[in-house]
């Protein structure tokens, strides 16, 4: 395998976060999704604006993955207030880890996953959590492998259509 290389986003690589972004969500969801739903979430998930404030919010980070020159996937983590549901003082929340699908299969989300653990041992949270669409049984099986474990449920609004996420968490110190 070649290796990938993990490198922090800064706000001027924004256009490039934001086709990346755009890219993964929609190779991964679209075809489960009505092109109306989809359109109208890239929209607001990835409007620049949005993602300006965003990169400039001290509570989140994003990571690229490269491969040779090009950017395969990327890495969204949020602590403090800027996660979405918990916002538990001492926890890191991977809101997104999002692989091309040529790329799937060669230990990048690893890769990434493995990035936002490192900065959880240096932050000393009390735990890792994430939300992860019920019906997508590659990504649960990823997070299992991982240790993470199922706590709880919530709905995720797409356009119109009102989607289950599986609540997971790991705890650091176990």
Same mark, same amino acid.
């Given at each position: 395998?070649?290796? +990938?290389? @993990?490198?922090? %986003?800064? #706000?001027? !690589? $924004? *256009?490039?976060?934001?086709? @990346? =972004?755009?890219?993964?969500?929609?190779? =991964?969801? +679209?075809?489960?999704?009505?092109?109306? /739903?989809?359109?109208? &979430?890239?929209?607001?998930?990835? =409007?620049? *604006?949005?993602?300006?404030?965003?990169?400039?919010? *001290?509570?989140?980070?994003?990571?690229?993955?490269?491969?040779?020159?090009?950017?395969?996937? &990327?890495?969204?983590? /949020?602590?403090?207030?800027?996660?979405?549901?918990?916002?538990?003082?001492? +926890?890191?929340? $991977?809101?997104? @880890?999002?692989?091309?699908?040529?790329?799937?299969?060669?230990? $990048?989300?690893?890769?990434? &996953?493995?990035?936002?653990?490192?900065?959880?041992?240096?932050?000393?949270?009390?735990?890792?959590?994430?939300? %992860?669409?019920?019906? !997508? #049984?590659?990504?649960?099986?990823?997070?299992?492998?991982?240790?993470?474990?199922?706590?709880?449920?919530? @709905?995720?609004?797409?356009?119109?259509?009102?989607?289950?996420? $599986?609540?997971?968490?790991?705890?650091?110190?176990?």
């Amino acid at each position: 395998m070649r290796n +990938a290389t @993990i490198k922090k %986003v800064a #706000p001027e !690589n $924004i *256009e490039q976060l934001q086709k @990346i =972004s755009r890219q993964t969500f929609f190779e =991964s969801f +679209a075809a489960a999704n009505t092109e109306a /739903n989809m359109q109208d &979430y890239l929209n607001r998930a990835f =409007s620049m *604006e949005k993602m300006r404030g965003e990169l400039v919010d *001290e509570n989140s980070e994003f990571y690229f993955a490269f491969m040779d020159d090009k950017i395969i996937g &990327y890495l969204k983590i /949020n602590f403090g207030q800027a996660q979405t549901e918990l916002q538990h003082e001492n +926890a890191l929340e $991977i809101e997104r @880890i999002y692989v091309l699908k040529e790329f799937h299969g060669q230990q $990048i989300g690893q890769l990434l &996953y493995e990035k936002a653990a490192e900065i959880a041992k240096q932050k000393a949270v009390d735990y890792m959590w994430l939300g %992860v669409w019920e019906e !997508n #049984p590659r990504a649960i099986r990823f997070y299992q492998k991982n240790g993470f474990q199922a706590f709880d449920k919530h @709905i995720f609004t797409l356009g119109d259509d009102e989607q289950i996420d $599986i609540m997971m968490k790991l705890h650091m110190h176990d």
